[in-house]
C-alpha cells in the first residue's frame, strides 16, 4: 500500500537511552533520567526540527537488571507538563498500563495536560508485565485479565474525555449561567474490572480528545486498536513484516467501517546515522567499547544519513509506517538524526519545514472526533 500521508516523526526522550551503556558515554549527562533540564533540551531539539511529538515510556516493576533508565526516572505527567510549558506546537504523548492504573485518574491527568498544552497531549494505554500488578494492589490478577482490562479502561477514558459536549459551558456572567447542565454526561459504566460513574470535572479538549494510542502486535492488540484508538505503536523485525502488520490493521479499520488514513501506524527504531558508513560504525563502536561490552545490537537503520533517509522513504511508501519513532543509543543520536537526515527527507517533500497545526490531531492529520462518536 502506497501511505498518503507525510511522514510522521516522534522521539522517545528516554534520559539515558534504551541500553545498558550510554550513561558512560563522556557526553551523557549520568542523571540524564531525572534531569528536567535533559528532557527539556531534547523537548526543544524535536520541536525545532518540527518533530509531531515525543513520547515517554514508563515501568513500574523494575530490579537491578534492568537498563539504567528505568532504575530512576520521572513520572510520565509530571515531565510532559513540564515540558509543555517550554514548547508551542510539540505532542506530548505519556504511556500509563491499563493492568495497573485507575482509568478515571488517568482521564483526568491526561486531559489535564491536554488543557495545560492547549491540546498536544496524548496517551499510550498499553498492557504491561503482571509482576508489576503487585506494586498497585493487583496481584491476585494475572496475564489473563490484561486485555479485558485494557478494553474497559479504554471504553471509560472515551466516555470520560466525552463528559461534556463542546459548547456545555456558558460562562455568562450577566446571567450568572456557568454550565447548561443538559450537556454534561455520566458513563455509567459497570465492567467486571472498573465501575465508573463519571462525569469527570474538566471540559471538552480544543481537539475533541487526547489522541489514544496502544501498543503491540497480537490479534487482541489489533482488535482493540481497530476499535478505539487514533493510532498504534507496532513492530516488524523487517519491512516485510511491519507491512503485513500495518496492512492488517487497516483490513481491520475498514472492516469497522473506519478509514485508514485517519489512522497512524508507528513503528520504532534506534538509528544511528553519520556523514558516512564510516563515521555511523564509529559511533556505534563507541558504545561497544563501553562495559558491558557487546549488549548493543546493531541498530537496523544504520549508516550514512543518506542510506537512513532511503530505509525511511522506503518504509514509509510501502506502507510500514505512518510515524517513525525515534530512540536514542547514542548521546547525540537524536541531535544527529536531526542534523543529518531530516534535511534530506525535508528535501524530498517527505516531511514538513512547518508545522501546520496548533493541535497534535492537526499535525498528525487526525479529524477532530464529534461528541459521543463512539
Known sequence: MENIKKLKLAAIIDGLGWNYVGWQHPEMPADASENIDFYIQQ???????????????????????????????????????????HTQKI????????????????????????????????????????????????????KSDQYPMNKEFMEILLGLWDTYEDDAFIRDKESGVFLDPRKMHRVNYRGKYFQVEGPLNLSRSVQGRPVLYTAGTSQTFMDHA???????????????ETVAIANELRRQLVEKGRRPEDFIVSVSQNPIVGRTDQEALEKYLELLRLIPKNSLPRPLFFGSAE????QIQQWHDQGAIDMLILRQDHPHGLRDFIDLVVPILQERGIFRTEYEADTLRGNLELPMPAFREI
Open 43 to 85: 523537548a526543544k531539539l524535536a520541536e525545532g526540527a518540527k518533530f509531531d511529538t515525543l513520547f515517554l515510556v514508563d515501568v513500574s516493576h523494575v530490579g537491578p537488571g534492568n537498563i539504567p533508565h528505568y532504575l530512576s526516572m520521572f513520572e510520565g505527567v509530571s515531565v510532559m507538563s513540564a515540558i509543555s510549558t
Open 91 to 142: 505532542g506530548l504523548s505519556v504511556t500509563a498500563s491499563t493492568s495497573y492504573a485507575d482509568p478515571y485518574s488517568v482521564a483526568r491527568q491526561i486531559l489535564s495536560l491536554d488543557k495545560i498544552s492547549r491540546g498536544r497531549a496524548s496517551l499510550n494505554a498499553i498492557t504491561s508485565n503482571p509482576g508489576g500488578m503487585v506494586n498497585f494492589s493487583r496481584g491476585h490478577l494475572g
Open 307 to 310: 542510506k537512513v533517509a532511503d
Open 226 to 240: 481497530t476499535s478505539y484508538t487514533d493510532g498504534v505503536f507496532t513492530h516488524g523485525h523487517t519491512l516485510e
